[in-house]
T-cell receptor
Framework: GESVGLHLPTLSVQEGDNSIINCAYS??????FIWYKQESGKGPQFIID?????DKRQGQRVTVLLNKTVKHLSLQIAATQPGDSAVYFCAENRGTSYDKVIFGPGTSLSVIP | NAGVTQTPKFQVLKTGQSMTLQCAQD?????MSWYRQDPGMGLRLIHY???????DQGEVPNGYNVSRSTTEDFPLRLLSAAPSQTSVYFC?????????FGQGTRLTVV
């Protein structure tokens, strides 16, 4: 069936460098995408979201890019810090009112001090 | 403001036993969901609700029941626990967009 998936299961970056986490999705009808951060032993935490009528959205140190042509989503983290070490999930909404959110498998980000 | 509260935090069941995982939110959110997360995996949607009295199946609903009698509560029931249901269960609550997750219930079925 259709699914959300990630290109890279693990990513190691040097502290201070920029990180890019990629995500591919296959459901062209999905209209809302979310990035979550999950630290060990905790529930996922919202980072940033983007609707399908946008191709870029910026937050504090994070940027999400959406390319609907190739069904690709990315999360960019500027000046990566040790506290950014976590598993990152992209998720897509397949419901009619932000009710059915499906997660991708996740990328583990490790920041090297 | 407690956010999303899940109880219990840990539970061990024997195969065939039943139990209910509790989830409560105090943000007056319409949307609530249950996910399970297996080791090294992403979250899979079990059931979700768009409001009191309305529930629907997610990706992996078999073996689980839900009900939504109030806006605040969304319990998840395991009628006859199986070892394959060993997992960490997360409840989520969502307003217009951003979702808030509980701290999870770690369930082991032996």
């Amino acid at each position: 069936g259709e699914s959300v998936g990630l290109h890279l299961p693990t990513l190691s970056v040097q502290e201070g460098d920029n990180s890019i986490i990629n995500c591919a999705y296959s459901n062209s009808a999905s209209d809302y995408f979310i990035w979550y951060k999950q630290e060990s032993g905790k529930g996922p935490q919202f980072i940033i979201d983007i609707r399908s009528n946008m191709d870029k959205r910026q937050g504090q140190r994070v940027t999400v890019l959406l390319n609907k042509t190739v069904k690709h989503l990315s999360l960019q983290i500027a000046a990566t810090q040790p506290g950014d070490s976590a598993v990152y999930f992209c998720a897509e909404n397949r419901g009619t009112s932000y009710d059915k959110v499906i997660f991708g498998p996740g990328t583990s980000l490790s920041v090297i001090p | 403001n407690a956010g999303v509260t899940q109880t219990p935090k840990f539970q061990v069941l024997k195969t065939g036993q039943s139990m209910t995982l509790q989830c409560a939110q105090d943000m007056n959110h319409e949307y609530m969901s249950w996910y399970r997360q297996d080791p090294g995996m992403g979250l899979r949607l079990i059931h979700y609700s768009v409001g009191a009295g309305i529930t629907d199946q997610g990706e992996v609903p078999n073996g689980y029941n839900v009900s939504r009698s109030t806006t605040e509560d969304f319990p998840l029931r395991l009628l006859s626990a199986a070892p394959s249901q060993t997992s960490v269960y997360f409840c989520a609550s969502r307003g217009n967009t951003e979702a808030f997750f509980g701290q999870g219930t770690r369930l082991t079925v032996v």
